[in-house]
């Protein structure tokens, strides 16, 4: 049904663009053909892994059309993959969509985005870096999103937006619960570059149903952020508003009231930029401080601290979740999504460069979550690490790396969840290319089921 009505939305807005004379329009139709080996085929534990030959074809067409108010962009591809000694075949359809149009001359726009994707079911099981697993443990993922928004420069300094967004995700594994988000924000600002004062004032409002929960989540918030520059070396920054959640939750606290931070920012040099804000929120007091060095325009280092209050989705599983959550949530299954407010603190760094032929980017953090519903704590570790090097003109070397550890105290032991992805990529002519990656994924932790992986692979792509 919901990609019914994305098709009749999307079409009208193509034939839309498609009414101006000047309109662009191009088609592209691919396909890419891969072999893929594989020492455990299905993620199992090492003493139950099998080796297998993966065989994946993939046809695509793409369509682009481009005019003066009008932009928009079709994709669908089918994925056919055969394993050899497990004599199984499995197809997954993919599509995306996207659409800018501008109704109405530097006003009222109008964007509509829709795709239907892979993914995990749950990231408590296995879970692997790619689509090729022979797992149970993964699903078909519809999103829908409407966004019309009013748009206005009134002059140089004031400018003003309001968008509406309704979002639709749906799931087909009955395990997971599909859900409707509608969204308003509004925001007004006042201030420029080189402007001495800026002033941004802003709301946010969010309503969230689940199909399984009877209650909908709702979200307010008013904010207004003034910054106020006094000369080159530093600047006052004050942060003040309103705002209030209500959903489904086992905890008493009043997640609701007024907040606000002062701070102040400091910039020894051009290309050093430090600010800190200590403030306080319904139930517990923040503080942030952070680090800009931009080396230039390519090259840079952030790094910053923060504890705070806020509110996610979080997993919780029947065999290990307490009693007492448990009796809030009988209606939703083993493995539900519940919406939780936990105080955080965070710490994170990210380093990039650009150069001529090569770019990179390393980022990690640390984060500490202290759960009111649970009344658990949570520490997660990341790093991730991306490479990319132009061998040549028409030649492409990628490299990512990434480690999540994930410690929960009333779970035993850690949980370690670790990806790395070496491809290699040549365009021989303008429309054939070919390579080659190599993947490892690996996951160990008393709590969770060990795992390692590793994937070697050939690929030919052909765009006509």
Not at 3 to 12: E, I, S
Not at 66 to 91: I, K, M, P, V, W
Request: hydrophobic residues 35%; aromatic residues 10%; proline residues 2%.
């Amino acid at each position: 049904m919901m990609l019914m009505r994305g098709f009749y939305l999307f079409t009208g807005s193509l034939l839309f663009g498609l009414s101006s004379v000047n309109a662009s329009i191009e088609v592209i139709p691919a396909i890419s053909v891969s072999q893929y080996w594989t020492d455990n085929r299905a993620l199992s534990v090492d003493e139950l892994s099998e080796g297998d030959a993966i065989t994946e074809v993939t046809p695509e067409i793409a369509l682009t059309m481009a005019s003066r108010r009008h932009r928009g962009e079709l994709s669908a591809r089918f994925q056919h993959l055969a394993y050899r000694r497990a004599d199984e075949t499995r197809n997954f359809q993919q599509y995306s969509a996207s659409t800018n149009s501008e109704l109405s001359p530097d006003l009222f726009f109008l964007d509509l985005s829709a795709n239907r994707t892979q993914g995990a079911i749950s990231q408590q099981q296995t879970v692997a870096a790619n689509n090729l697993s022979l797992t149970g443990n993964r699903t078909d993922i519809s999103t829908f999103s409407i966004n019309p928004y009013l748009l206005k420069q009134w002059n140089s300094r004031w400018r003003s937006r309001i968008d509406y967004d309704y979002r639709e995700i749906d799931f087909a594994a009955t395990a997971l619960s599909n859900s409707q988000t509608q969204e308003i924000t509004a925001l007004t600002s006042y201030g420029g570059g080189g402007d001495n004062i800026r002033v941004d004032l802003s709301y946010n409002g969010i309503r969230t149903e689940s199909d399984r929960s009877t209650i909908p989540a709702e979200f307010d918030e008013i904010r207004l952020n003034t910054r106020y520059q006094m000369n080159r070396s530093w600047a006052w920054l004050l942060n003040a508003g309103y705002e209030e959640d209500r959903y489904d939750r086992a905890t008493t606290e009043k997640t609701k009231g007024g907040f606000g931070e002062v701070g102040v920012e400091v910039m020894p040099t051009p290309k050093i930029t430090i600010n800190g804000l200590v403030g306080e929120r319904y139930f517990g007091n923040t503080a942030s401080l952070r680090l800009l060095y931009r080396y230039n325009l390519q090259t840079g280092v952030e790094a910053g601290y923060r504890t705070d209050i806020t509110q996610t989705a979080i997993e919780i599983n029947r065999n290990n979740a307490q009693a007492g959550v448990i009796s809030q949530f009988d209606n939703l299954g083993d493995t539900f999504l519940v919406n939780e407010a936990f105080k955080t603190r965070r710490s994170d760094v990210r380093a990039y460069f650009q150069w001529a032929k090569s770019r990179g980017e390393l980022s990690a953090y640390r984060e500490v979550r202290d759960f009111q519903l649970n009344l658990r704590q949570e520490v997660v570790d990341f790093i991730e690490a991306s490479w990319n090097w132009s061998i040549t003109a028409r030649s492409t070397f990628d490299l990512a790396f990434s480690v999540r550890n994930r410690e929960v105290d009333n779970l035993p032991g850690d949980d370690r969840l670790n990806y790395a992805v070496m491809k290699i990529e040549t365009q021989s002519t303008k429309n054939i290319s070919i390579g080659g990656d190599y993947s490892v994924t690996s996951r160990s932790g008393e709590a969770v089921q060990e795992y390692r992986q590793q994937q070697i692979g050939l690929f030919v792509s052909v765009a006509f």
